[in-house]
């Protein structure tokens, strides 16, 4: 209270009008309520976007609750942006009972630039369960809560679990890591763990490990199967098999990885024919390897743009 009388003899007369002046921002059916007690330019910055960021976690958990959008008389979340413009991460949270009976949270954000924006996310789901069911989730259920109401964050876990698989830190059913590692986690979308996997598969194999091409290679690059192709058959016939699986490995996910598979499944029907020169068959890989980088820097800016937050 002294902290507070002391801000108010520092602001201006003007200062403390225009702080009287700032709106407050409501959303998803007056569930969320952002005020922002901080000057007008912070106000700008940040109001709006940490309203509608905790908006949509809330009309993510009512969908995922089968709960039906009405008005709400009185706020369930109230969020606070501050003025401080220090690096603070706090994230300041009080429950409130009202006298009716009803219950809401109060979120407290010091420094919106620096606030801990996973710390704001579970404790605005957590607030969400304490006024609809009244309920007090501890830190397991939040989380469990969260993954299941937002296909984003499930497709992080599920991409999360696949590479701690890889890297040798989860044991588990050979199986469920093959379903998860085939499947279409995120439809119409690639993440580099995408693009790299399908990069990983274009190599050519013998179909049998005791008969090796040309005797002694057990998997070749596509630009070596090019070279040896005219003296040893087996090569074509692989890549003639391996076409069609191009598709299958890059297809359902971004735009730019089914134009690389695509690129790649012609190029290895066009090896299996080899009825192009090498050097226009080594065009054409290169052609489909500048399309799977484009794929990649795709899949870079899509993760960066699910890793945006209101700052």
């Known amino acids: 209270m002294v902290a507070a009388i002391f801000l108010c003899l520092a602001l201006t007369r003007a200062e403390i009008i225009e702080r009287f002046k700032a709106p407050v921002i409501t959303k998803a059916s007056g ?17 709006i976007p940490v309203a509608s960021f905790a908006a949509d976690i809330c009309k993510k958990l009512a969908a995922a609750e089968g709960r039906q959008s009405s008005r709400y008389a009185d706020p369930g979340v109230v969020v606070y942006v501050g003025e401080e413009r220090t690096n603070r991460t706090d994230v300041i ?24 924006v996973d710390k704001f996310r579970l404790e605005v789901v957590r ?7 009244g309920e007090e989730y501890d830190d397991r259920e939040v989380y469990e809560a969260m993954i299941n109401a937002d296909p ?31 499947s279409i986690i995120v439809p119409g ?11 990983s598969r274009l190599k050519l194999y013998p179909n049998s490990f005791s008969a090796p091409f040309a005797r002694k290679y057990h998997e070749l690059s596509f630009s070596d199967a090019v070279k040896l192709a005219d003296v040893e058959p087996r090569i074509r016939l692989a890549a003639y098999e391996k076409a069609p699986l191009a598709i299958a490995y890059g297809g359902g996910r971004s ?10 499944s ?10 192009k020169s090498k050097k226009e068959l080594l065009d054409q890989l290169c052609e489909a390897d500048v399309k799977l980088e484009i794929a990649l820097e795709q899949a870079r800016e899509y993760e960066k743009e699910q890793a945006k937050t209101w700052r």
Do not use: H
């Open 31 to 47: 569930f969320v309520q952002v005020i922002a007690d901080c000057p007008k330019d912070m106000r700008q910055e940040y109001q």
């Open 93 to 116: 949270v009080r429950k409130i009972d009202r006298k009716d009976g009803s219950k809401y949270t109060r979120i407290y954000l010091p420094a919106p630039e620096y606030s801990d």
């Open 127 to 133: 607030a969400f369960y304490f006024a609809v069911n």
């Open 152 to 182: 984003v964050l499930k497709a992080n876990e599920q991409y999360e679990k696949l590479s701690r698989w890889q890297r040798g830190e989860e044991t588990g059913d050979d199986e469920d890591y093959l379903k998860l590692a085939r």
């Open 189 to 199: 979308t690639a993440r580099q763990t995408d693009v790299l996997r399908f990069a």
């Open 255 to 264: 735009e730019e990885l089914l134009a690389a598979a695509e690129a790649y």
């Open 266 to 275: 012609a190029f290895l029907f066009d090896l299996a024919r080899f009825e």
